[in-house]
């Protein structure tokens, strides 16, 4: 199917070839100096102290859950709408996720007080989510995990280049983890990014990316060392020189290429202010957003599917983020009490559709895009 507008599209050019063909001809393709340099980028970017670069964001978050001592028994709170991986990484390491619900229509974050009401006595974490690249309530959720003794973890997968305050997101909890798959804002292919201000944490994750080894084949490659001591269970989630480069040069367009984003998105709201039976949320939300995704919310009980048939009849793409994972199959005993407690993201989840919002978008493209939904929202015209 070719879409006249897609739900989203990269921005490659001739700068990520020639970064690429610059690592082949050096011959050095496993983690090395590209990826140091493009940590580095990183971590200058966000302010963070430390960024370390992964083979991809399920990976980064598998490693922080691990890094941050989850074991069977404990319980970590989690939104159920986002991305699977959010959760899994809980599940990887034998804890349990607890689903809270999301703020309102409007903030589609994880609610402060759903945390605080779904924390007992084996919660050891909150995995947050900034859903579509908009803050969550960080002052407020490291408040509870204060007063709880609760670590943090960001998924920022939708986060590269988005603040609030004076801080990039993921720098916030004690590990934060961006993703570069290939519909993110900035991507690699596949790839991703941890974030960690702490010593003794970027240490630990350091281990867990390479098999647990205390020295890297590249240490050894410059004569920096013989051998090596295993000092954990390690993984091997390292990212590649080809995948660094490409990301250094995603990460020099990023600020361009969300400022786009924003722009869209402001003129999406001051478009669909002509359709007011469509809701828009985050606005006037804090902070700045990357603009990830554009969601709206059809009124209470239309009709979804044939909604989105019609925006397809027209050439436009939607999709739907997130079908709440605590109704998939697989998660089908993890959080029994989870559905009484999800009353928002029930609500959302049901009357969500995501636009298409990528910086090669026209302005002209967001019209169309508006006028396509006018018309897929007219009651079917009974044929005779
Ligand atoms: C994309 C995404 C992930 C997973 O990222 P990968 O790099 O594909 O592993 C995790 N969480 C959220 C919210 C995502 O959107």
Request: negative net charge.
């Amino acid at each position: 199917m070719s879409w006249r507008i897609p739900l989203s599209e990269i921005d490659l050019g001739p700068e990520e070839q020639s970064a690429i063909q610059d690592v082949l001809a050096r011959e050095w393709l496993t983690m090395g100096e590209v990826t140091q340099k493009f940590e580095a980028a990183f971590a200058q970017m966000t302010g963070a102290k430390y960024a370390l670069a992964v083979t991809n964001a399920t990976a980064g978050l598998h490693m922080a859950c691990m890094t941050l001592g989850l074991k069977p028994g404990d319980e970590v709170i989690v939104p159920s709408l986002t991305f699977v991986a959010s959760a899994n990484c809980i599940r990887y390491t034998g804890a349990q996720p607890i689903f809270a619900d999301i703020t309102s229509e409007t903030n589609l974050n994880i609610s402060p007080e759903a945390i605080e009401r779904a924390i007992t006595d084996r919660t050891r974490a909150i995995l947050v989510v900034h859903y579509g690249g908009y803050a969550c309530d960080m002052p407020a959720i490291l408040a509870i995990a204060q007063r709880h003794g609760l670590h943090v973890i960001e998924d920022a997968a939708h986060a590269a280049g988005a603040w609030l305050e004076d801080r990039h997101l993921g720098s916030w909890g004690h590990i934060g983890c961006f993703s570069f798959f290939s519909n993110k804002n900035m991507t690699t292919g596949e790839g991703g990014m941890l974030l960690t201000n702490e010593d003794e944490l970027f240490h630990k994750l350091s281990l867990l990316r390479s098999h647990g080894m205390t020295s890297l084949t590249l240490d050894r490659h410059k004569g920096h060392a013989w051998s090596y001591d295993v000092v954990d269970l390690g993984y091997n989630y390292r990212i590649d020189e080809m995948r660094s480069a490409l990301g250094t040069v995603q990460l020099s367009k990023l600020e361009r290429n969300n400022s786009r984003r924003r722009h869209l998105v402001d003129l999406y709201r001051s478009c669909l202010e002509e359709l007011p039976q469509i809701t828009i949320p985050f606005p006037n939300h804090p902070g700045i957003t990357s603009a990830h995704i554009q969601p709206i919310l059809l009124p209470p009980h239309a009709d979804r599917v044939a909604f989105m048939e019609r925006m397809k009849a027209q050439g436009i793409q939607t999709s739907i983020h997130y079908p709440p994972i605590h109704r998939f199959t697989a998660y089908r005993d993890v959080d029994p009490g989870a559905a009484a407690r999800l009353p928002v993201t029930s609500e959302v989840a049901a009357r969500e559709v995501t636009l298409p919002l990528y910086p090669r978008m026209t302005d002209d493209d967001v019209m169309a895009v508006t006028e396509a939904i006018a018309d897929a929202l007219l009651p079917e015209t009974p044929t005779a």
